[in-house]
C-alpha cells in the first residue's frame, strides 16, 4: 500500500519516546486525541528556535504535546506559559512537560482562555511566540489579544484553520466555521502582521508581528 506524504517523512525522523508517551496517556484516558500532527510538532520546534523566541505563550494544552515541542525549541532560561480551560488537562500536561525535562521552565494558567489572556496583558506579559489552539470560535479574538501580546517580531501559528474542509465548503456556516473564516482573512490582510496560510495538516496559519 502506498504511504501517505506524512507516513513517509514521519518516518524519516527517529522515534520519539517522549512524544509517544503523551499518545499513551491520550488513549489511556479516553483524551481527544487531537494534538498536532508530528510534522506540524516540529515545525513549532524550528519557529521557536529560530525565532530566538524566550517567552513562549500556548492557547491550549490538552496533554502537552505541542508544549514540549514548542519547549524544545526555547534556550534553557526560556518559559512556556500554557493556558488550558481544563484543570485535569493542564495538570497532565505540566506532568508530561516534566516528564519531557521541561518542569522548570513551564507554567500552567487553567481557565477560559480570554480571562486568562487578560490578565496576562494587564500583568504586561509580553511573548515571541504564540500558538493558538483552542476553541475556534475565539480565534479571532485569541488573535486580537496575541498580537496585544507580542514583542514586536514575535511569531503567531494558528491550528486548524481548514477545520477539515469545512472551512472551504460554504454550506457550512456554523460558529466556528464563520469565526475561523474570518481569522483567516484578518490573518492574510491585516498591516499589523507579515502571513502565510499553509493548507498543510488541517491548515495552520504563521504570522510575524511587525
Ligand atoms: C486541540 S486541543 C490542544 C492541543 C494541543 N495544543 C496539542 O497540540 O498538544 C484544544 C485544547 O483547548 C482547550 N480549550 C478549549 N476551550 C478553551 C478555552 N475557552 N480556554 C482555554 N482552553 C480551552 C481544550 O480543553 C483542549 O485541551
New binding site residues.
Given amino acids: 500500500m502506498e504511504k501517505t506524504p506524512d507516513d513517509y517523512f514521519d518516518g524519516l525522523f527517529p522515534p520519539d519516546p517522549m512524544l509517544a508517551k503523551v499518545k499513551e496517556e491520550i488513549q489511556k484516558r479516553g483524551m481527544p486525541d ?3 500532527a508530528p510534522g506540524y510538532g516540529r515545525l513549532l520546534t524550528l519557529l521557536t528556535a529560530s525565532s530566538g523566541a524566550k517567552r513562549a505563550l ?10 514540549i515541542c514548542i519547549a524544545r525549541g526555547l534556550p534553557e532560561d526560556g518559559r512556556l506559559t500554557s ?4 484543570p485535569d ?1 493542564a495538570e497532565l500536561a505540566l506532568a508530561n512537560l516534566a516528564a519531557a525535562g521541561y518542569g522548570d521552565r513551564a507554567e500552567s494558567i487553567v481557565g ?2 480570554l480571562g486568562s489572556l487578560s490578565r496576562l496583558e494587564e500583568e504586561g506579559r509580553r511573548f515571541d511566540l504564540i500558538f493558538i ?3 475556534k470560535e ?1 480565534y479571532l479574538n485569541y488573535l486580537e489579544r496575541a498580537i496585544r501580546l507580542a514583542h514586536p517580531g514575535a511569531v503567531i501559528a494558528a491550528d486548524n484553520t481548514l477545520l477539515r474542509g469545512r472551512t472551504l465548503n460554504s454550506d457550512k456556516q456554523g460558529p466556528a466555521v464563520l469565526a475561523v473564516r474570518e481569522f483567516n482573512r484578518v490573518i492574510a490582510t491585516d498591516p499589523r502582521l507579515l502571513s502565510a496560510h499553509l493548507p498543510a495538516y488541517d491548515g495552520l496559519a504563521l504570522a510575524m508581528v511587525r
Avoid at 493556558?83 to 481544563?86: A, G, K, S, V
Wanted: hydrophobic content about 40%; overall charge negative.
Fill in positions: 487531537i494534538s498536532v500556548e492557547i491550549g494544552a490538552l496533554a502537552g504535546y505541542s508544549g493556558l488550558e480551560l481544563r488537562y477560559d482562555a489552539d483552542a476553541d475565539n
